[in-house]
């Protein structure tokens, strides 16, 4: 089953600003947008910012969404080291009836 | 908080089979889809299949289908999947996820490590 796209890699200093993307199409992320998960190394996935663009509770105001068409997008403004991690972006694909995640974007933080 | 728990990963030989399951807590696991998700060693998250509120629609990933079952039981709040004819590739670790269908995937087990060798 075809995935999401999402670049493999972004690499950003302290304090900066990353903005990943993740590209479907009109049965998934461009019917109701992408969910985003975060994941660090050894522990399991974490979500980060729903399909509607809220945040869970306790998820830094520093993490924002947006998308525009069949491309979603998540931003992480003011880098700490702590965000150094892989993220996800997932989707429910209702022509395929399955969820489909992109195959993620490791961010480093330098 | 949501808590999910994954057991019964193991080490099991090509062909054979394996029953993992996940004890679900602190929310109303009768009213949610559930899904299990899956991990190969160093790669991407990939979906294996999901399970309506009360059992009646299932779905699968090509993959597994005609191999793996999806199941539950709401009144012991425990998803399971049942793994039959097992192969080196559907070697991972198994996540199960509260499933929000169609909108997320909203907390995840710890997972149980998969592992398909002779």
């Known amino acids: 089953q075809a995935g999401l796209t999402q670049p493999p890699s972004v690499s950003k200093a302290l304090r900066q600003t990353a903005t990943f993307t993740c590209t479907g199409n009109?049965?998934?992320?461009?019917?109701?947008?992408a969910a985003w998960l975060q994941q660090h190394q050894g522990h399991p996935p974490k979500l980060v910012y729903y399909?509607?663009?809220n945040r869970p509770s306790g998820i830094s105001e520093r993490f924002s969404a947006s998308r525009s068409g069949n491309t979603a997008s998540l931003t992480i403004a003011g880098l700490q080291p702590e965000d150094e991690a892989d993220y996800y972006c997932?989707?429910?694909?209702?022509?395929?009836?399955?969820?489909?995640f992109g195959g993620g974007t490791k961010l480093t933080v330098l | 908080e949501v808590q999910l728990v994954e057991s019964g990963g193991g080490l099991v030989q090509p062909g054979g089979s394996l029953r993992l399951s996940c004890a679900a807590s602190?929310?109303?696991?009768?009213?949610?889809?559930m899904s299990w998700v899956r991990q190969a060693p160093g790669k991407g998250l990939e979906w294996v299949a999901n399970?309506?509120?009360?059992?009646?629609?299932?779905y699968y990933v090509d993959s597994v289908k005609g191999r793996f079952t999806i199941s539950r039981d709401n009144a012991k709040n425990s998803l399971f999947l049942q793994m039959n004819s097992l192969r080196a590739e559907d070697t991972g670790v198994y996540y199960c996820a509260r499933d929000s269908f169609p909108t997320d995937l909203d907390y995840w087990g710890q997972g149980a490590l998969v592992t398909v060798s002779s």
């Open positions: 009109s049965n998934n992320v461009g019917n109701q947008g």
């Open positions: 399970i309506k509120e009360d059992g009646s629609e299932t």
């Open positions: 997932s989707a429910w694909d209702r022509s395929l009836n399955t969820w489909v």
């Open positions: 602190r929310f109303t696991f009768s009213t949610y889809w």
């Open positions: 399909r509607n663009n």
